[in-house]
Structure formats: C-alpha cells, structure tokens
C-alpha cells in the first residue's frame, strides 16, 4: 500500500538518519541497548506528574523479575481497588528496559486513571526464547493473586506493550485463557510483532524501512529464536495460534511506514472474526517506534490520549 509520511514523521527520520546512529544489525546487542537509551531523553515529552512511582520484584521461574509501579493522582477505584495495566516494553526481545518505556508508563497510568506496572522481563541473547514469555506469564499470575496487596482490582487487570512488548501481551493473553491464569480484562497491542515468518507484504515494501527495518527484524529474530522450530510455535508468533475466540477485548494499533503493520492488521481482523471485541486504529503516516516520541511527534500524544480513553472504557 502506498505509504506518504506525516510531515513531522518524515522531519523526525531525516534526523534520526542524519545522526549517525549505526544500525542495529552492525553492532552488538549491549551496544544497541545503549544507544538506544540515548535516544530517549530527545524523543520522550515531559511525564505528568504521578501520585508515585515505585520499584520492586515479584518471582519469577528464573529469580525475581523487577517490575515499577506508577500509581496516578485521579484512580478509577472500585471498592478501594484501581484497575491496573501490566505493560511489556518494546525493543525485539534484546533491548529496551524500565527506563526506555517509563515515561510512556507514567502517561498511560495518567491517561488511564489506573496503576500500570511496568516488567523488565529478561532479554535475549542472554535468555532466549521462552525467557521472555516466562517472565511475563509469571509476573501478571503474580500481579493477579496479590492484587490485594497492590490495591489492585484482581477483575480489573490487562496486559499491554509495545512491538516485542505488544507480542508478550498477546501470547500472554492467549496463555491465561487455556492455563487457568487470571481472567483479563484487556489486551493492548501497540503495533505488535505477531508472526515470525516475516512474510508480510510490509516487510518487503521500501516505504516501510524507517527505522525498524526487516534486516533489524531479522537480527532481532535470530538473537531471540532458538532455531527455525520457534518461528511456528504459537508462544513466539501469536498469529499461528488457531484459536482465538474467548480471549480478552483487544486494542490493536498499527502504523503504515511500519514492516509489522501487515501482521498486526491481520491479527485484529482474526480477533473480530473470532468474536472478540476489537478496537483497531492505524496511524496511516507515522513508522514504527513513533508512540515514545510525543516531544517530536504529536500524533504520539494523540495515540495515548485514545489509548487511555479505551483503557478507561474497559472498565
């Protein structure tokens, strides 16, 4: 499909490219954690202010897992107890971590009047596939059976991330409905990688290598998987999962100059057709990663804002 960038999206990437920023696939994975940490003081807007925000651990199958707590001023509380929003961060399994995704934390938590906790679960090539999806399965269970102690609403709880995040929080979608784990309240998939094939039209298209291209895809893919056997196994690529009636009311975001955005359009349209309730919104203009960027990008700013009206929706 043909891809025009948004003005400010097309202004943004001449920057980002005229930066030097080697890419990805040309360094080593702690190289490219750090440098994309840097990025992130020049792209983040300010954070609203919060009521508090606080680090712990909860267990996990490999030691504890560090999680942080944003706790907004305005709570939607029900008996006492907030809704909450577990969110995965984004960075293809190997990079990203607490703070690349904070202050999009803090902004879902304002935007949603509800406590979001953030996991930093383990990273490849360090721990590969499944350490991901442990971490994140272990951690909602633990977030649902102590609720209480969170002031957390247990009936009130859904998963959320961006790209590798948005793809845990499918999976882990998937494994608590057929593992007798907590009964969610949502999913919210910001342009979510959901099928490791990479066939895709949009991984071939030009338009769509801003940034996240399908050679970075790749390099991510190959430090994460274990071997070619992963790629058809449902807890890497959700979308091979047959079944998907029953599973929460999903939030599917995409965006055009985007190699996923071919996947993550067809995942919604199968979560429709299996009878879930979808809210589907695409970004026709804007590349992948754009939803972090809201000082340079105001349409990040806008995804939020509707994000956190469809979280407040859930309940």
Known sequence: MPVVLDPDAAAVLNVFRDAGRPPYETISPQEAREWYLKARPVANPEPPELASVTSMTVPGPAGAIPVRVYTPKTLRKKDGMSPCLVFFHGGGWVIGDLDSHDVVCRILA????????????????????PAAIDDA????????????????????????????????????????????GPKLAGQLLIYPATDFRMSHPSHSEPETSCLLTHNVIRWFADHYLTGKADVDNWRASPARMDKLAGLPPAYVMTAGADPLRDE????????????????????????????????????????????GNWLKGLG
């Open 137 to 180: 399965i272990a951690a909602t269970r633990w977030i649902s059976d102590n609720a209480a102690q969170l002031n957390v609403d247990a009936n009130r709880i859904s998963v959320g991330g961006d790209s590798a995040g948005g793809n845990l929080a499918a999976i882990v979608a998937i494994d608590a409905r057929d593992n007798r």
């Open 264 to 307: 993550g359009d067809e995942y919604a349209k199968r979560l429709s057709d299996a009878g879930v309730a979808v809210e589907y919104k695409t970004y026709p203009g804007q590349f992948h990663g754009f939803i972090t960027m809201g000082k340079i990008l105001p349409k990040a700013n806008t995804a939020l804002h509707e994000i």
């Open 110 to 129: 304002y935007e949603g009047e509800m406590i979001v906790i953030s996991v930093d679960y383990r990273l490849a090539p360090e721990h590969k596939f």
